[in-house]
């Protein structure tokens, strides 16, 4: 299981981090990713890492604004986003992901964490 939090209210130029606490599975042993969902649009892509932690992959969107990280002692996957935009808004999920780091493993998502940009 997965359990998203951190998120809220910011405004635009503002800073959130999010976490993912992972039970029940071997969180060291998968890559991880993170995904957003805006109302009306589709999911999409927002981060993805290794196991290790030694690669990661962003979408343009948010390339040199979003940072993902991850302590594999603490079963925990982060995200910081800086730099914040009204875009950025959207309830944020994360999914172990394939080798690409950027498709999910499975269809199940956990009830996210809402983050809101706006003035």
């Known amino acids: 299981q997965l359990a998203e939090s951190g998120g809220g209210l910011v405004q635009p130029g503002g800073s959130l981090r999010l976490s993912c606490a992972a039970s029940?599975?071997?969180?060291?042993?998968?890559?991880m990713g993170w995904f957003r969902q805006a109302p009306g649009k589709d999911r999409e892509f927002v981060a993805g890492?290794?196991?290790?932690?030694?690669?990661?992959h962003y979408p343009d969107s948010v390339k040199g604004r979003f940072t993902v990280s991850r302590d594999n002692t603490k079963n925990t996957l982060y995200l910081q986003m800086n730099s914040l935009k009204p875009e950025d808004t959207g309830v944020y999920y994360c999914?172990?992901?394939?080798?690409?780091?950027?498709?999910?493993?499975?269809?199940?998502w956990g009830q996210g964490t809402q983050v809101t940009v706006s003035p």
């Open positions: 999914a172990a992901v394939d080798y690409s780091l950027r498709s999910p493993l499975s269809n199940s």
């Open positions: 029940g599975r071997a969180f060291s042993g998968y890559s």
């Open positions: 890492i290794t196991w290790s932690g030694r690669a990661t």
